[in-house]
């Protein structure tokens, strides 16, 4: 059974930095699309960031570009993303998910994520 575990989540000003992480476990994932999604209140999951198997590749979202930073490590047969996150806005509040896609390239829409961590909370305050 895979399991997708997010922290990092947190609250902090406007202007700061937080750093995301994604433990996987109970498959293999090295060879995996990962990506971050975030969900606002009311709305539905939004495509943040993603990568490739190798790490170099990787796509963002454009309201997002320049300020995070997606990234994994695939060392020892097991898979853990991060994003790293800087000069934060009010409107970057919102849960943070990872997400495994069932496909080997990298897509931006939530239905080709098939496996889901439980959501880390992000915070930002004025």
């Known amino acids: 059974q895979v399991q997708l575990v997010e922290s990092g989540g947190g609250l902090v000003q406007a202007g700061g930095s937080l750093r995301l992480s994604c433990a996987t476990s109970?498959?293999?994932?090295?060879?995996?699309?990962i990506a971050w999604f975030r969900q606002f209140p009311g709305k539905d999951r939004e495509f943040v960031a993603a990568?490739?198997?190798?790490?170099?590749?990787?796509?963002?979202d454009d309201s997002v570009k320049g300020r995070f930073t997606i990234s994994r490590d695939n060392t020892r047969n097991t898979v853990t993303l991060y994003l790293e996150m800087s000069n934060l806005k009010p409107d970057d509040t919102a849960v943070y998910y990872c997400?495994?896609?069932?496909?080997?390239?990298?897509?931006?829409?939530?239905?080709?994520?098939?496996?889901w961590g439980q959501g880390t909370q992000v915070t930002v305050s004025l």
């Open positions: 997400a495994v896609s069932k496909h080997p390239w990298i897509t931006m829409t939530s239905q080709d994520y098939i496996y």
């Open positions: 109970g498959l293999t994932l090295t060879n995996a699309v």
């Open positions: 990568i490739d198997r190798s790490g170099r590749t990787t796509t963002y």
